[in-house]
């Protein structure tokens, strides 16, 4: 198991660092997509490569905070309304520049959705508020991966690190290969759950008109072009997601009747990534408490760590022969402790 960087910060992250480190790409997307050109360009080596870049060159480690952080759920619906609205800005900004520079837009784009739109919907479904919940719903659904809002509170919460749950990947498998499986495995997971629950699956209904307008938007965008646009976005979104998982709870198991605790899943330190996915990477923490706010998300002692930061164990993880060589040394050394 690898050990934390050594730097700590003298405070925990405020809401202020949260909000200017996930915001603050959305104005080189916005640029790329007014002008394209080297705009586009940056705005993707921003997103795909800035976390991994400060993360390594400064990797400090915010202290544990308290339960108290006015503006944490305002910060959540801000970027979930963000993500709504930069669908269909972000398909006629594609359109229009078209080719190569369309590619990197929709890329930059898309990343920004999959590490901050998706953390942000993530902890939007956990909150309590049932507009706060809903809007996460929303943006899910939009993206077209609806069935994630029940399938991660239902079945991937209640059975992680277990067979049960589609979004927990064995050890020697594959990202791709988790990816064919889960996909369909936890929208099925995740129906079965709501009837379970409900007695029928409606939200599953709502979910399925959330990526009709989604499509139907874009079909009003640019006909075809721009609903095959939109469905890229979505794909490249779930996709994202699902790495997320892969990456988070790798190889780790638990007994039929072992409760879920700090060694089910993978965490990362590294201050940025953590202000960039609101505090995602403390993932352990995430699962024993569901409803704690972001902000007070904690790096227990004992948790395991990724030997790199998220946003870099996600690139390597795309490359199963590494991913699995370095993992296998991780899991062997938790199993000594």
Not at 281 to 309: C, K, N, Q, T, V
Request: positive net charge.
């Amino acid at each position: 198991m690898s050990n934390p960087p050594s730097q700590a910060l003298a405070k925990p992250l405020p809401i202020a660092v949260f909000a200017l480190v996930s915001l603050a790409p959305l104005a080189g997307i916005g640029l790329a997509g007014l002008w394209g050109g080297a705009w586009a360009w940056g705005a993707l080596a921003w997103m795909g490569l800035a976390a991994v870049a400060i993360d390594l060159c400064l990797p400090w480690v915010a202290q544990d905070a308290d339960s108290e952080f006015p503006g944490s759920d305002l910060l959540l619906a801000v970027i979930g309304t963000l993500a709504l609205a930069m669908m269909p800005l972000l398909v006629w900004a594609v359109l229009r520049l078209g080719g190569l520079q369309g590619l990197a837009l929709a890329l930059a784009g898309g990343l920004w959705l999959g590490q901050v739109g998706h953390p942000a919907a993530h902890e939007l479904i956990h909150r309590p508020g049932r507009g706060l919940r809903a809007l996460g719903g929303a943006v899910y659904a939009v993206l077209l991966f609806g069935h994630h809002a029940s399938a991660h509170r239902l079945v991937h919460h209640r059975h992680v690190a277990s067979d049960q749950d589609p979004n927990s990947a064995r050890q020697g498998e594959g990202y791709y290969r988790f990816a064919l499986r889960a996909w369909p495995g936890s929208i099925r997971a995740g129906l079965a759950a709501e009837r379970a629950l409900r007695g029928h699956g409606g939200a599953y209904r709502l979910y399925a008109l959330g990526a009709l307008a989604g499509l139907g938007c874009g079909w009003a965008l640019g006909g075809m072009a721009g609903l095959l646009v939109w469905a890229g976005l979505g794909l490249h979104f779930g996709a994202q997601v699902l790495l997320s998982d892969y990456v988070q709870h790798y190889g780790l198991r638990r007994g039929p009747s072992e409760r879920v605790g700090l060694s089910h899943s993978w965490n990362a330190p590294q201050w940025f990534s953590s202000a960039l996915m609101l505090n995602a990477p403390r993932h352990s923490d995430h699962h024993a408490h569901p409803a704690r706010p972001y902000p007070a998300l904690r790096l227990e002692e004992g948790a395991p760590l990724l030997p790199w930061p998220l946003p870099l164990a996600c690139l390597v993880a795309l490359y199963p022969p590494l991913w699995r060589r370095r993992m296998a040394r991780e899991l062997a050394a938790l199993t000594k402790l």
